[in-house]
């Protein structure tokens, strides 16, 4: 497998590091290609880009600079609150991080609090209530905006370890989860995302692996990604995942490849 990863992010927005520490960072790690995914101005809080101009440009710059030695994206996280996020980008990743009902935002992953209050406030405490309307807009999410990578398709799990709000294995669960991805399991590149063990949340990637498995019976294409927020992360996680997917039977992974020429399918 390639070293490199899809899912960045920089002081654009929510990360730690800048874009020139993350492709410092990157390149002494021996990473052939790497593509930054600010996340989409529409997100209701403070990880939102502001400055899209500025970190195109700054992504020209550094796609210039490490020329030759490792392929620098442009990508962006587009929020399914951003129906449109204009030109300038090499790939999309789609992803729910807020859900609305009645006209109210809820956030799915800002923090633990967060969570617990908007199941208080919007749904009645029922956690499983909170899961149906988000696979529902991650259904709706990939039907209408088409993302070339489908982000965490799971993140509602991320606060839920122990299951501490809702029962993952239950078949009500299962149910909504599969009901959600099916229909789209060729529709694009789902990611097999890390970052949620290196930020100490959950001990297994998204998607969980019952649902890896699934989409190996439907001959999706996977991706494997950090979604770091620091230069540390870069690689987190990637041993494990890898493992996983060879486990759930799939033999090779999209990832950006190193001459500039975009998703490309590589061996696992």
């Known amino acids: 497998m390639l070293r490199s990863n899809l899912h960045t992010h920089t002081t654009f927005c929510d990360g730690k590091n800048t874009p020139e520490e993350m492709a410092r960072a990157a390149a002494q790690k ?31 710059r550094l796609k210039a600079l490490y ?24 790939y999309r990743i789609g992803s729910v991080h807020c859900l ?8 799915v992953d800002y923090s633990r609090g967060r969570f617990e209050e908007s199941l208080r406030a919007g749904f009645n405490g029922d956690a499983l209530a909170f899961a149906k309307l988000y696979f529902e807009t991650v259904d709706r999410m990939i039907t209408e905006l088409k993302p070339d990578v489908i982000g965490h398709f799971d993140l509602v799990r991320k606060f839920n370890a122990g299951n501490a709000f809702f029962d993952e294995d239950g078949p009500a669960y299962r149910r909504m989860a599969e009901e959600a991805l099916r229909p789209h399991a060729r529709d694009g590149i789902f990611e097999v995302n890390t970052g949620v063990i ?21 001959n999706a294409r996977i991706t494997i990604t950090s979604d770091a927020h620091s230069a540390e992360g870069l690689d987190s996680g990637f041993v494990q995942a890898r493992q996983l997917a060879r486990e759930a039977g799939f033999e090779s992974v999209w990832q950006l490849s190193p ?10």
Do not use: C, N
């Open 198 to 218: 290196f930020r100490g949340y959950r001990d297994a990637p998204y998607p969980a692996f019952w649902l890896l498995k699934l989409l190996r019976e439907e």
């Open 100 to 107: 609305e009902k009645d006209g109210v935002l809820y956030p």
């Open 30 to 60: 021996g990473f052939v290609s790497l593509g930054f995914s600010g996340h989409s101005p529409a997100r209701e809080d403070d990880s939102a880009m502001t400055d899209v101009l500025g970190y195109q440009k700054e992504i020209a």
């Open 259 to 268: 001459d500039g020429g975009g998703l490309r399918e590589y061996p696992l």
């Open 67 to 90: 020329a030759g030695r490792m392929a620098v994206y442009a990508g962006i996280e587009q929020d399914y609150l951003t129906k449109d996020v204009g030109p300038g980008y090499d």
